[in-house]
C-alpha cells in the first residue's frame, strides 16, 4: 500500500513570495491533515479535511495560508505571501475509521529567505 | 499553557539500557494517545498507540497510561543505537496535539 505522497521534498523561496504544496493521501482514507513543524517543535495542526470538507482550521493564519481538498482525496497548502516565520516542514498526514491513527508523508522543507 | 509536555533532553542511555520517555497532558477529554518516533530530517512514524488506562507492551516498547493522573510514558528496552531519535508524544479528544518531543540517545 503506499504510502502518503508529498511533493515538493524541499522549496526556497523569498519573503513575500507564494509557494504551493501539494499532497496525495493513502487510498481510501477520508480525513487528511496538514502540520507545521518548527525545528525543535512537535507539528502543529494547522487543517483538517474529512473528505472534501474542512473540520478543523482555528490554528490556520488565514490571512495568508489557504488550503483546498476539491474532490477528497489530493490537497493543496498555499502561503501567499511568505513571511521568514513560516520556515519550517510542512508534514501532510492521512487517517482512514476507526481509530484514527495518523500517517505522515515525508513533508516539505520550506525555507523563507 | 502547553496542552502536552515532554522533556525535551536529550536523554542519553547507554546501549541495553531501559529509556523512559514521560509526557503530562491537560485535555482531560483525550480519547487516545500516541507515541510517534522521529528520525533527524525524517516524518514520523507511529510506534505504539494506547486508549486504556494501564500498560501496554509491543515487542521492546511499553505504553503506560494514567488517566487519573494525566500522564503518560513510553519505556524501550534494551534501547539500541537505532532507537536515537525524538519521541513525539500526541494526545487526541478532538484533535491530535503534540508535544515539543525528547530526543533520545543511546550511545554503543
Known amino acids: 500500500e503506499a504510502g502518503v505522497a508529498q511533493s515538493p521534498r524541499y522549496k526556497i523561496i523569498e519573503k513575500r513570495q507564494s509557494v504551493a504544496f501539494w499532497c496525495n493521501p493513502i487510498?481510501?482514507?477520508?480525513?487528511l491533515y496538514w502540520y507545521q513543524q518548527i525545528l525543535g517543535q512537535g507539528p502543529k495542526l494547522l487543517i483538517q479535511?474529512?473528505?472534501?470538507?474542512?473540520?478543523?482550521d482555528s490554528q490556520l493564519p488565514k490571512d495568508r495560508f489557504s488550503a483546498e481538498r476539491l474532490k477528497g482525496v489530493d490537497s493543496t497548502l498555499k502561503i501567499q505571501p511568505a513571511k521568514l516565520e513560516d520556515s519550517a516542514v510542512y508534514l501532510c498526514?492521512?487517517?482512514?475509521?476507526?481509530?484514527?491513527?495518523?500517517?505522515f508523508g515525508a513533508g516539505t522543507r520550506l525555507s523563507v529567505l | 499553557q502547553k496542552e502536552v509536555e515532554q522533556n525535551s533532553g536529550p536523554l542519553s542511555v547507554p546501549e541495553g539500557a531501559i529509556a523512559s520517555l514521560n509526557c503530562t497532558y491537560s485535555?482531560?477529554?483525550?480519547?487516545?494517545f500516541f507515541w510517534y518516533r522521529q528520525y533527524s530530517g525524517k516524518s514520523p512514524e507511529l510506534i505504539m498507540s494506547?486508549?486504556?488506562?494501564g500498560d501496554k507492551e509491543d515487542g521492546r516498547f511499553t505504553a503506560q497510561l494514567n488517566k487519573a493522573s494525566q500522564y503518560v510514558s513510553l519505556l524501550i528496552r534494551d534501547s539500541q543505537p537505532s532507537d536515537s531519535a525524538t519521541y513525539l508524544c500526541?494526545?487526541?479528544?478532538?484533535?491530535?496535539?503534540f508535544g515539543q518531543g525528547t530526543e533520545l540517545s543511546v550511545k554503543p
Open positions: 500526541g494526545n487526541q479528544g478532538g484533535k491530535l496535539i
Open positions: 487510498s481510501g482514507h477520508a480525513t
Open positions: 498526514a492521512s487517517s482512514g475509521t476507526g481509530r484514527n491513527i495518523q500517517y
Open positions: 485535555d482531560r477529554g483525550s480519547q487516545s
Open positions: 479535511f474529512q473528505n472534501n470538507g474542512v473540520v478543523d
Open positions: 494506547i486508549y486504556s488506562n
